[in-house]
Structures are given as C-alpha cells and as structure tokens.
C-alpha cells in the first residue's frame, strides 16, 4: 500500500517537476535581457532547486570512454561479460594504438569490483572503477533493480549473492583479483571461502573496504537500528510488493525510495545545507559548485529496490546473528568457513571517520582469515575519509588507491609458496 501511495504521489508531482524545469530555464535564458537582474535569478534558482527535490531520478550512466595510462589516452568500452537476472557482469575494455601502451595493458592484472546492493546503483563507483583502470582490467558488479526483475525469474537470497560471485570469479578465472565494497564484503568472504573448502582455485588477492565483517566492534547508527529492531519488525515494516506499472509487479523488495529517505534522516542538516548552498551558487552564478551538487545529488538520488529475501537475510545473518564470524554460517548447506582460505591475499581498508561501518569492521577479516600468512596480509585505515572517501574522492585517489595497486601487484601470483601459517586458535 505504502509502494502504490509512493508512486501516486510522484505521478501527481512529475508535471510540476517538469513546470519547474521548463520555468528555470526560462529565466535563466541569456537572450532574455532581464536574466542577469538579482531578482530574476533568486527566480530561476528557486525554480529549479524545486525541479530537483521533486523530480525522478533515473539509473546514472558509468560515462567512462577515455583514462590516461602512461601518459596516453586509452579509449575504454563497456561490455556485459554476463547477463543474469538480478545482476550484469561489466567489463570495461580498453582499446590503444600505441603498441607499448597496448602491450602494458595486455599485462596488468585483473580486478573484480563488487559493488554493493545496499540501495545506490554500481555507478556510485564511478571513480573507484576510473582510477582502478590506469592500471588493471576492470570488471564490476552491475545489480539490477529488482522492481524490473519479473516474478517468474524467483526470489534472490543472500545465497544467491554468494552464488553470483563465485560464478563471476569462475568466469573470469583463477588469476583475478577480487574487491568488495561495504556491503559485499560479507558474501564475497563466504564465496571465496567456500570455494576454498571445495579445493577450487581462489583468487590471487581479496581487498575488502569499509565492510561489516564483524557488525559487533564499533557499532554504528546503522548497526543499532538492524540489532534493535526484530527480523519481524524489518519484515513488517520496510518490505512491500513492487506496484503493477514495473516489470517485477508483485515482487516482494525493500523499495528504494524507504532507503533513500534512510539515508538523508541520517544527516539531514548536511543535506539542507547542500540544498542551500546549490541555491546560493545559482544565485551568484557559481556554475561549478552548482554541476559538482548536480552531478553528486544525480548518483545519491538514484536509488533500487532490493529483494526481499536478500535484505532480511543481511539483517538476520549480518546484524542480528553475526554467523560469519560466529562460525554457524551455511551457504546450500556448506559451511562458511574463511580459515580454509590459504591462497589468497587479504588487505582490508577501513575510513577514520567511517560512520556506516565502524571501526575494526573490516580489519576482522584477518581473525577469520588465519590460514592466509601474516606476511599477506595487511590492513589500512584511510585517515579523514568517512565512508565514502574509501572508494571515491581526493583521499581514494592518493592515500587508497596507490596502496591498493602496490598490493595487487605484489600478490600477482598470490601468497608466497609453502609461507609460515597463522596459528589457529
């Protein structure tokens, strides 16, 4: 009922939206002689600071066609390497006509993203997957809005997460390297560990960045509302049947719109005052701080609907039973098991100021992990960056990124041969 409500309402507020559009670029048209007066751009500003709340916002493009890589631009194409109904495998393909240029890139070694499924699209990795691209082949996770998944495609559970990835290492093969951001941390653990267990080839290197491993250390505003609340409350609460006008009519999802309000009730002064000061730069005509509001409010905006399955498994699992790392985790009945993980490198990245996952999160992959040498692992705390500064931004670029390649590229062939193990306790 709350879903059908939802979608009233934005049919009933779209011609405004659209009004408000239309009435801001009126008064902002350069040919009409009045549009510099302080006035009329108070007008056009408010105008479409209105078209911007009230609007839709649409599924972000990646937008990647070129990256430097020594100097030279590297034209880059986006493929689906995989097509499945809850999620597309990309690639992105880099093209060159310098032949040593094309000769580096047929070396560098290749990367899994998996991006999270936790209400923002895959394109929130924008500048994760463009700076990742200078120097590794690049695939991503690209997770499909369950509104648009019909219901004869069946329910997605976290074990079909944890399926999902183990099918995309095994495409890409044993020589990849595999990094999960925030929320896929959790399953891509159990995918690898589960795949080591069955004496499968695992992964060359697992990075793992802002996730919770271990939801106990440090628990969050996010944690204590999944810990606080019963499974029935999630269940009654936040999940509701996809309305008749999306290709998924009936599915049972956690639908985007409830977690985008989440995210804003999170911090809401920051958010006002982010409105405020993109009115303000209209206003003065600041056109870069008000493109850099747009394009940032253009991927915050854009949210999807998780499946139902899924979301209360996370909550179960993740937050309330923390079987991870209680050790009563099964995936089909196979034990989750990260201490038979010997293989594959393990580098965890956690944020100073992380608000989502909280400190020491992540770094409890490590005291899973005890097969993997000590000398093969390492953990980084990124100083200044909160959750999203991880992945994206100024610190992603100069404090993350170049630690992230250095370890990627001392592990292209894993761990060292017969290393001193871990004790177990």
């Not at 405004?16 to 302080?38: C, D, G, R």
């Not at 500048?127 to 069946?154: F, N, S």
Request: glycine share 6%; aromatic share 10%.
């Amino acid at each position: 009922m709350v879903y059908d409500w939802y979608e009233s309402q934005r049919a009933m507020l779209s011609p405004l939206a659209e009004f408000a559009q239309a009435a801001a670029k009126f008064y902002n048209n350069p040919l009409w002689p009045l549009s510099q007066t302080p006035g009329v751009q108070r007008m056009s500003a408010s105008y479409e600071l209105m078209h911007r709340l009230l609007k839709s916002y649409e599924k972000p493009a990646f937008d990647i066609t070129t990256v430097s890589v020594d100097g030279h631009d590297v034209a880059i194409q986006e493929q689906v390497a995989m097509d499945k109904p809850f999620c597309r495998l990309l690639r992105f393909k880099r093209f060159s006509d310098d032949p040593k240029t094309l000769e580096r890139l047929k070396s560098d070694p290749t990367v899994l993203i998996v991006a999270p499924l936790s209400g923002h699209h895959a394109t929130l990795l924008r500048d994760t997957v463009r700076t990742m691209l200078q120097h590794h082949k690049v695939y991503i996770t690209d997770w499909v809005d369950a509104r648009m998944v019909p219901t004869e495609q069946g329910p997605f559970s976290l074990d079909d997460y944890v399926a999902y990835v183990q099918e995309f290492i095994r495409h890409i093969g044993p020589d990849v390297h595999v990094m999960s951001v925030c929320q896929p941390t959790v399953p891509v653990l159990a995918a690898i560990s589960l795949m080591a267990s069955a004496a499968e080839p695992t992964p060359r290197s697992m990075v793992m960045m802002g996730g919770p491993i271990d939801a106990r250390k440090s628990p969050t505003a996010v944690n204590n509302l999944a810990m606080n609340k019963s499974y029935e409350w999630f269940e009654s609460n936040v999940i509701y049947r996809v309305p008749g006008n999306y290709p998924g009519a009936g599915r049972r999802v956690y639908p985007g719109f409830l977690q985008h309000t989440g995210f804003v009730a999170m911090n809401p002064d920051r958010h006002f005052n982010s409105h405020y000061d993109f009115f303000l730069n209209l206003v003065r005509g600041d056109t870069d701080d008000a493109d850099a509001h747009r394009r940032f409010y253009d991927e915050y905006n854009a949210v999807l609907d998780l499946p139902a399955e899924y979301y209360l498994d996370t909550i179960r699992l993740v937050f309330q039973e923390f079987a991870l790392v209680q050790g009563t985790w099964a995936v089909n009945g196979r034990p989750v098991r990260p201490q038979d993980i010997h293989d594959t490198a393990l580098m965890t990245i956690e944020g100073e100021l992380d608000d989502i996952s909280g400190a020491g999160q992540t770094e409890a992959a490590h005291d899973l992990c005890t097969g993997i040498p000590a000398a093969d692992s390492t953990h980084f705390t990124v100083p200044g960056a909160g959750h999203y500064g991880i992945f994206a931004g100024r610190r992603w670029r100069e404090l993350t990124y170049p630690r992230v390649r250095d370890f990627i590229a001392s592990h292209r062939e894993g761990v060292a041969q017969n290393p001193p193990r871990r004790r177990t306790a």
